[in-house]
């Protein structure tokens, strides 16, 4: 089983940038991982995937904004945020895309407010 553990986040005012990393406890370079977000009393979203290949998908409403990123070697995959937005605010969680139930972490709050 592999831990995720995902750090970087904050607050911010709308038009800054954040980067999020999500450091994992064993290899993921075989697998197609995602970034994902909750706001409390809404289900969880997806927000960007990045293939084993290195390929990338993002949520239409950060396209442009938002990139995601791995580092094999050091089993970390990361979600560089900018332009951000208050509506970006939430709970942001890696995991494997398909998501797996047993890798949810405990999340990396952001907040953008001014």
Known sequence: Q????ESGGGLV???GSLRLSCAASGSISINAMGWY???PGKQRELVAIIAADGSTNYADSVKGRFTISRDNAKNTVYLQMNSLKPEDTADYYCNKYPPKYDWWGQGTQVTVSS
């Open 2 to 5: 592999v831990q995720l553990v």
């Open 13 to 15: 005012q709308p038009g």
């Open 37 to 39: 977000r909750q706001v």
